[in-house]
């Protein structure tokens, strides 16, 4: 048996509950993509109009984000959690319902997306009000290795069900999980393990942006920007990209999404094994990030061999995403202290899902209008920019974050 301390035993309840919920999230954002092969297939929607969808779908998660976070800085996380949940469920459902009406669909996917939107922010703000710092970011790597799982299981759905079947198991996840969030937050109320406004924002000139700034909120939303287009869009397009570019069937290429996504989600653990090894420097380990992501797309343009192009963009990937975890896992639970844990952290994810709403739809169309080729050369570019973006300033390139 583990001899943890009550600190710990409280984090670990608080960040399972989190990362189960999560996780839940991720399934069913990972739908669409991950069944977009067979609807395109069968006629149901055409590459553009999964490109429409998806963009559609990124506006309203990102509107949401940005609402939603700062009402989570007011309202207790229990209950934007577990109705965030039970929307999205609904809406879920009711899109494939309508799947074939494009007008229809659109407003539904829209509501899932805002309905998605509510549980983030407040689920960062109760995890870093409520855990003893040195176990707030271990709490923020579990539900974030979570977001990434949820592309692998949407994979195995996809492979295993057809897309109705795989719309109407998301839909069935999401219920439970909202009715089970509500259930266990009030349980944690009730035994002291969580509770609210324990935090006020500082009285300091120039009110709450000023201290936000003093924080780099300016550089992390640069950050969330290009890290967003990769960890949503590219991983969006991802089974297509196998399907088209590298020639494999669509059951072929959701069994290759299912395993290579998988991968994908230790990047949560491997972004916090570098931050480690690098002396706990955020700068550093985003910039190495980058720089791998950037290199690894460009070897995806040079090397045309289906296997190594797999690999390569699997790692593209993966180090992007690793870059994103330390904007999520180790950056957005610091500003404890602040009071705007959930208002800053809707605020950068609405940076990111615009950024990616914006991507998606260029993409849609760029894979018609240049093909592939010259859209990897677009990422490679974008992680590029990544490294100049976090090119350590003298100020803070010796600076180290709590544990």
């Given amino acids: 048996m583990f001899?943890?301390?009550?600190?710990?035993?409280?984090?670990?309840?608080?960040?399972?509950?989190?990362?189960?919920?999560?996780?839940?999230?991720?399934?069913?954002?990972?739908?669409?993509?991950?069944?977009?092969?067979?609807?395109?297939?069968?006629?149901?929607?055409?590459?553009?109009?999964?490109?429409?969808?998806?963009?559609?779908?990124?506006?309203?998660?990102?509107?949401?984000?940005?609402?939603?976070?700062?009402?989570?800085?007011?309202?207790?996380?229990?209950?934007?959690?577990?109705?965030?949940?039970?929307?999205?469920?609904?809406?879920?459902?009711?899109?494939?319902?309508?799947?074939g009406n494009i007008t229809g669909s659109t407003v539904t996917y829209a509501l899932t997306g805002f309905s998605l939107a509510m549980i983030y922010a407040p689920m960062t703000k109760v995890v870093a009000e409520n855990t003893d710092p040195i176990y707030t970011p271990r709490c923020s790597l579990g539900y974030t290795f979570s977001s990434f799982l949820g592309s692998p299981c949407a994979g195995l759905l996809a492979a295993a069900l057809v897309w109705q079947g795989v719309f109407s198991a998301s839909s069935a996840i999401l219920l439970i999980m909202g009715a089970?969030?509500?259930?266990?937050?009030?349980?944690?109320?009730?035994?002291?393990?969580?509770?609210?406004?324990?935090?006020?924002?500082?009285?300091?000139?120039?009110?709450?942006?000023?201290?936000?700034?003093?924080?780099?909120?300016?550089?992390?939303?640069?950050?969330?920007?290009?890290?967003?287009?990769?960890?949503?869009?590219?991983?969006?397009?991802?089974?297509?990209?196998?399907?088209?570019?590298?020639?494999?069937?669509p059951k072929a290429s959701a069994m290759i999404y299912t395993v290579g996504t998988l991968f994908i989600s230790s990047s949560a653990f491997i972004a916090i094994?570098?931050?480690?090894?690098?002396?706990?420097?955020?700068?550093?380990?985003?910039?190495?990030?980058?720089?791998?992501?950037?290199?690894?797309?460009?070897?995806?343009?040079?090397?045309?061999?289906?296997?190594?192009?797999?690999?390569?963009?699997?790692?593209?990937?993966?180090?992007?995403?690793?870059?994103?975890?330390?904007?999520?896992?180790?950056?957005?639970?610091?500003?404890?202290?602040?009071?705007m844990v959930s208002g800053a952290t809707g605020f950068l994810d609405f940076s990111s899902y615009m950024a990616a709403a914006v991507s998606s739809s260029l993409f849609s169309n760029a894979v018609a209008d240049i093909g592939w080729g010259p859209l990897i050369l677009v990422w490679f570019g974008l992680m590029l920019l990544g490294v100049m973006v976090t090119l350590p300033q003298r100020k803070h390139s010796n600076a180290k974050e709590p544990a």
């Avoid at 999560?22 to 590459?47: C, D, H, K």
């Avoid at 553009?48 to 700062?70: R, W």
């Avoid at 935090?199 to 550089?219: E, F």
């Avoid at 985003?286 to 045309?304: D, G, K, N």
Wanted: charged letters at 10%; hydrophobic letters at 50%.
């Fill in 273 to 339: 094994f570098m931050y480690e090894c690098l002396g706990r420097r955020m700068d550093i380990t985003m910039l190495l990030a980058f720089a791998t992501s950037a290199v690894s797309f460009l070897l995806v343009w040079l090397i045309h061999v289906p296997f190594i192009g797999i690999l390569c963009m699997i790692l593209a990937i993966t180090t992007a995403n690793c870059a994103s975890n330390i904007l999520w896992s180790i950056y957005c639970p610091s500003l404890r202290d602040t009071g």
């Fill in 180 to 249: 089970l969030c509500f259930i266990s937050f009030t349980l944690m109320e009730r035994r002291g393990l969580v509770e609210y406004g324990k935090y006020d924002t500082p009285k300091q000139s120039g009110g709450s942006i000023a201290v936000l700034i003093r924080h780099r909120i300016i550089r992390f939303t640069l950050v969330s920007i290009l890290t967003g287009v990769v960890r949503t869009t590219v991983v969006f397009w991802l089974p297509t990209f196998i399907s088209q570019y590298l020639g494999f069937s």
């Fill in 3 to 99: 001899n943890l301390s009550p600190q710990a035993r409280h984090a670990l309840q608080i960040g399972t509950l989190c990362s189960v919920a999560y996780l839940a999230v991720y399934v069913a954002r990972n739908i669409l993509g991950s069944v977009s092969p067979q609807m395109i297939e069968q006629g149901i929607f055409t590459e553009s109009q999964i490109g429409t969808l998806s963009s559609v779908y990124f506006v309203a998660y990102a509107v949401g984000q940005l609402i939603n976070g700062a009402i989570g800085d007011k309202v207790k996380a229990k209950y934007m959690i577990s109705l965030g949940l039970i929307f999205a469920g609904v809406c879920n459902l009711l899109f494939s319902l309508c799947a």
